[in-house]
């Protein structure tokens, strides 16, 4: 008997499991067992088997690895997939419909307030790398403006006034030149267009038809 073989009956025998299988009338190994020698190659295989036994958990954890890899490999796929199907001018259009709800909810609707071009447009010198075109609308008062982020860009927002109506224009430097889209969500209307190279991207609670002609009146 090797030493492997003789820490394995030890601990049997410290675990009691030796004493009950000798003393217990029910164990037939103790009482009723016949005996036979050992086949010379058995421990061999016992040896085999058991490295097999010790070998199977990190087979397994490595079948868990896998399983896991596979299953964020999917999540993620899923997820890019997901992004594919929303494109970028439905993607803007939920930054500017939340803007332009924040400015109604809050008390930041206007940083400049005034009906006067003359005094918003020279307001975004040195606030802006860029300058935003400023008009005079009859029928849609100018009412001031404002700086607003969408995406880390700063943006100029022009607020108009329409009977009690609220226009947001945002308009930044454009990335490329896009043609005109309409987009109608919760009541909420809004209209994108690119000129010059800018983008605009006008929107309020207003009918389309009117907020097309604010457009038209703008462009």
Not at 24 to 31: A, L, Q, R, Y
Request: proline share 5%; hydrophobic share 40%.
């Amino acid at each position: 008997m090797n030493c492997e073989t003789g820490r394995l009956l030890t601990e049997a025998n410290d675990s009691g499991l030796i004493d009950h299988v000798m003393s217990c009338p029910s164990c037939f190994v103790g009482t009723r067992a016949c005996y036979y020698e050992a086949p010379a190659n058995l421990e061999d295989k016992i040896r085999q088997r058991l490295r097999r036994e010790t070998a199977a958990p990190d087979y397994s954890r490595r079948l868990a690895i896998a399983a896991s890899v596979l299953l964020i490999a999917s999540v993620t796929g899923n997820v890019a997939l997901l992004r594919t199907r929303v494109t970028p001018p439905q993607s803007v259009a939920s930054d500017v419909l939340s803007a332009h709800l924040r400015s109604l909810a809050g008390t930041h609707l206007l940083d400049v307030p005034s009906s006067d071009q003359h005094t918003v447009k020279p307001w975004f010198n040195g606030r802006l790398d860029f300058s935003p075109p400023v008009k005079f609308l009859g029928g849609y008062p100018l009412l001031g403006g404002r700086i607003e982020y969408f995406d880390g860009r700063p943006a100029a927002a022009l607020i108009y006034g329409r009977n009690k109506h609220v226009i947001n224009l945002f308009t930044w430097p454009a990335d490329a030149a896009t043609g005109e889209t309409t987009i109608s969500r919760n009541g909420f209307n809004m209209l994108n267009w690119s000129a010059n190279g800018m983008t605009f991207w006008a929107v309020s609670d207003l009918g389309e038809a009117e907020l097309r002609e604010f457009v038209l009146l703008y462009r």
